[in-house]
């Protein structure tokens, strides 16, 4: 393309939800809803386990930095979502989809990286519960969440960077909720193989690896479970894993969904509600599958309220 038919683009228009106009405000209030309660929540389970000491343990150190991931993750992409359903401009200039691109990356990839964390966690306590408290020491613990936000930092930042050196031309209309790394890279008019290169070598292994780790985990779980059978085994594994194992198949059975089983016609609206499934839907269950399924967060909560209710009468 000439450079004088190129036409150097400043922001970008996000399309977002296929919504009739007349079930604008339903799904308004809708996903209001669901993303005051997803920040709710997330905000009440990090709350509760910097308040009560029973809950400084390894594990709730994992899901206290898992509840921030998506916390921040959610408010990536909905307050845009939801001013764009308010307003007529469904503008995003260009530094702030960069931006945008940038934190869903970093998030993303946080969340991958500390259900694997999680995983190991609870492999060691019924593999090796006599152990763990070694196994699971202070040192360890925050090294692999200094070692999640570290690895999450470089690839986030390696593909804003290599985003940014690609030229968009007249062509800036995203049919999209939010800036998706695939969808600017459609839209770009100058050479996008490199990117495209480093999004297979990279991005595959980042989402690919850690998904292996956590099947890895439970594979061996469950044949030490099966070695000593017992109803009792049984349940106190189910007990103490449940709640993951139900985090791990909203967070990949969605990602699966969009990137490893894609539709036949390449159906944007498919990927834009699956996408919606694990950026908006996935954050907002996670406390509830905590607190509902976890007896440590039922007690913590009634530790917590109870000292409340005690000072409210001091």
């Known amino acids: 393309m000439s450079g004088q038919n190129q036409t150097v683009i400043s922001e970008f228009i996000l399309l977002g939800l296929p919504i009739e106009p007349e079930q604008q405000d ?9 993303y005051a ?24 150190l994992f899901l206290s930095n898992l509840s921030f991931s998506d916390l921040c993750f959610s408010s990536v992409t909905m307050p845009k979502l939801l001013q764009n359903m308010q307003s007529h401009d469904h503008s995003i200039p260009y530094a702030g989809c960069l931006t945008q691109m940038y934190f869903f990356l970093f998030f993303g990839d946080l969340e991958s990286f500390l259900l694997v964390a999680m ?13 763990y408290t070694t196994m699971m020491n202070p040192q360890l613990c925050l090294s692999l969440v200094a070692l999640s936000w570290v690895l999450t930092t470089f690839h986030a930042m390696l ?16 049919p999209h909720y939010f800036c998706d790394m695939s969808v600017l890279l459609k839209l770009a ?6 990117n495209e290169l480093v999004m297979f070598i990279v991005g595959g292994p980042i989402l690919v690896i850690p998904f292996l780790l956590i099947i890895t985990s439970y594979v061996r779980i469950i044949s030490s479970i099966l070695k000593v059978p017992s109803s009792r085994g049984i349940r106190k594994a189910f007990s103490t894993c449940g709640s993951h194992l139900s985090v791990v198949s909203l967070f990949y059975g969605t990602l699966i969904g969009i990137y490893l089983c894609p539709s036949a016609d390449n159906s944007t609206i498919k990927e834009t509600v699956m996408a919606m499934m694990y950026t908006v839907v996935t954050p907002m269950l996670n406390p509830f599958i ?5 007896r440590d ?9 109870g000292k409340i209710k005690i000072l409210s009468f001091l």
């Open 159 to 174: 593909h804003t960077l290599l985003m940014a050196r690609l030229c968009f031309c007249a062509d800036n209309v995203i």
């Open 189 to 194: 008019c100058s050479d996008a193989r490199v």
């Open 290 to 294: 905590y607190s509902l399924r976890n």
């Open 297 to 305: 967060m039922k007690g913590a909560m009634g530790r917590v309220f």
């Open 26 to 34: 339903l799904f308004y209030a809708l996903f209001l809803a669901m």
């Open 37 to 60: 309660t997803s920040v709710l929540g997330n905000f009440i389970i990090i709350v509760l386990i910097q308040l009560d000491s029973h809950l400084h343990t390894p594990m709730y």
């Open 119 to 131: 995983a190991y966690d609870r492999y060691v306590a019924i593999c090796f519960p006599l152990h």
